[in-house]
């Protein structure tokens, strides 16, 4: 078996995903398995998937009913079985010394039952980092402590232990086909550590038609999903700053998914920030109504 499964959700891709194949073929080590996941695509992504051919790695393509991104992970979750779990969106590509980094780095954080995985840099293709660089090139911290109190910006590189990720399975919404990675990597954080590392070993970019590039939209139009990211970004140990900042974000989302006051006080994380909070929440939804309703609909 091998040490680590590349998990790719793609969604009518066909023409990029090549790119991603043939840094995959330079890769110094192939010790993966590459799980490639169809959520229902259009074109002729199947098509495409048969024209890989290699001895150097197996690749796995399903296709299921569409979704979103992460019904496809949660598809892979269900059927993989390497140790180390690391999803490669299927417009970006690794480094060709990014499974061999890995593989160096894995001996010491397997048997840390504390440790989940890794955190790795993020590029995009002219070599600028996304975002911020981590405070240290090494280091051990949750994601939430590192990532969300210290508002350290910029997609980076994750890399989970199987077991781990398995057991926070993405939340599924009915009629939604979106949700931030986030509300899966602050469960974690909640119970488990990271290893960060200042090393980049994916790069990327935002395509037009990629999830990011639309990102507001996508969460208006997905609003029960983001009260789930919004409520576990407002629980503790996020600090109070950032707690208040995303009640406001909870309570807007909420009114947009048509949950019942009741229903929103009940399971708001605070209720003391919840109340004092509401006003601003309603000003925050009219905002984003206004700024992104109209386009909510527009192309996925």
Known sequence: MKLVAIVTPTYNRA????????????????????YIIDDGSKDNT???VKTFVTKDFEIEYHKKENGGKHTAVNFALDILSEDLTFIVDSDDTLTPDAIET????????????????FSYEKAFPDGKLMGQKYKQDVFVDTYIHARVNNKL???????????????FKFPVFEGENF??????WCAIGREYKLKFINKIIYVGEYLPDGLTASAKTRILANPRGAVAVYTQLSKKPVNLKNRMKYTIAYIAYSREAKIKLKEQYKNANSK?????????????????????????????
């Open 179 to 184: 949700i931030s990675e986030a509300v899966v």
């Open 272 to 300: 003391f920030l919840y109340i004092m909070l509401f006003l601003p929440g309603l000003l925050a939804h009219f905002v984003l109504k206004k700024k992104f309703g109209k386009k909510k609909n527009g192309k996925r």
């Open 15 to 34: 023409y990029i995903l090549p790119k991603l194949f043939e840094s995959l073929v330079n890769q110094t080590s192939k010790n993966f398995k590459w």
């Open 102 to 117: 890995i593989e160096k780095d894995w001996p010491e954080i397997k048997d840390q039952k504390d440790i989940a995985g």
């Open 46 to 48: 199947e098509e495409v």
């Open 153 to 167: 910006s910029g997609d980076k590189a994750e890399v989970y232990k199987s077991e781990v990720f398995k057991k």
